[in-house]
């Protein structure tokens, strides 16, 4: 294929966002220079199994390689899940056929590439702090953490523009934190977790037994809003009370320049007002300085994070 574009070399960034519906790529100029270079897209068709994503993903990488011309010496990798560190298989990805494969080493035996592998809420933190809001308001910031709350509840975090992934590759995984009996059983084993509690289905969930009504949270907020629904009004200062005692565990331990919050309960207003007072009582201090802001880069911020992990 001839690609006229100029830019492809050394220097490039090369990120791959492996979905549960479809596999991204993205070629970057440079991480000064941020051009994309070229960026498409191929089913993922999981339901065909492991084998067959990875399959997906050469093809993507061979459509990258003919766009530039050559292949690059590493990609980056956003995925669902966690690499283990140890055991270097993956885990906790809701694209289970990924669950337990080797993935890294697949993939690099299938693509001669070295890979480097994150999961999502890293590679939005990443994205966001080298590329998006961080990047353009906060460009000080040594310390970034990156919320995604939305169906599920992870988060990432950023250090002097590098992913700290931890020990187990579980460091900020503060969905899974123990926040209020009330949230009752996880699918991890535990119990009350965050994400029982302030995650959208929790809310909706929540909402149904106070009202018997089903309603998606956007128009739970809304009914709030109007103070016309009593059980809406009190779904949504459970959001608050708890969104600022879930945050406040984290602002304590790593008292980070800015927090970043993407994800679809990050769209609903009153966090950023009446949340941010919840959380100013919960932290240990008589003020709160941090900043918590939403994401640029919206459903991108994943395949520009993998590219950043080769940076
Ligand atoms: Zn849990």
């Known amino acids: 294929m001839n690609n006229l574009k100029s830019g492809f070399g050394l220097g490039n960034l090369w990120g791959i966002d492996l979905g549960g519906t479809k596999i991204e790529g993205l070629i970057l100029r440079s991480a000064d220079d941020p ?3 070229f960026r498409d897209r191929v089913p993922t ?26 292949k690059a010496g590493r990609i980056g990798f956003a995925t669902p899940g966690i690499l283990d560190p140890k055991l270097g298989i993956m885990k906790n990805c809701n694209t289970v056929a990924m669950n337990g494969q080797p993935m890294k080493a697949d993939l690099e035996a299938q693509l001669g590439i070295q890979i480097e592998i994150a999961n999502d809420a890293d590679c939005f933190a990443l994205a966001e702090a080298q590329f998006g809001v961080v990047k353009q308001q906060f460009p ?21 523009s590098k992913a700290i992934f931890g020990l187990q590759g579980i460091a900020g995984e503060w969905g899974h934190n123990y926040l209020d009996e009330s949230g009752g059983p996880c699918y991890c084993g535990k119990s009350g977790c965050v994400e029982k509690v302030i995650s959208g289905p929790a809310l909706e969930q929540y909402y149904f037994k106070e009202s018997g009504d089903k309603k998606t949270l956007k128009e739970i907020a809304a009914l709030a809003e109007s103070n016309s629904d009593p059980a809406a009004t ?30 679809g309960v990050g769209n609903v207003d009153v966090i950023y007002k009446a949340g941010m007072d919840s959380l100013r009582r919960n932290v240990f201090n008589n003020r709160l300085d941090t900043p918590v ?6 459903d991108s911020a994943g395949v520009y994070g993998a590219a950043f992990l080769v940076n």
């Not at 995604?148 to 002097?160: A, P, S, Y």
């Not at 984290?250 to 993407?262: R, Y």
């Not at 802001?293 to 919206?298: C, D, E, K, T």
Request: no cysteine; net charge negative.
């Open 35 to 37: 051009e994309v270079l």
């Open 45 to 70: 068709q999981a339901d065909k199994g492991y084998k067959h994503i990875i399959g997906q993903v050469e093809k993507l990488v061979n459509m990258m390689a003919d766009a530039a011309g050559s």
């Open 140 to 160: 000080e910031a040594g310390v970034v953490f990156g919320v995604i709350l939305g169906t599920g509840v992870g988060g990432g975090i950023v250090v002097n």
């Open 234 to 263: 009190k779904t949504i200062a459970r959001l608050v009370d708890f969104f600022g005692k879930a945050l406040s565990v984290v602002i304590n331990i790593l008292d980070p320049d800015v927090v970043v919050i993407g994800g």
């Open 293 to 298: 802001v939403r994401p640029l880069l919206g």
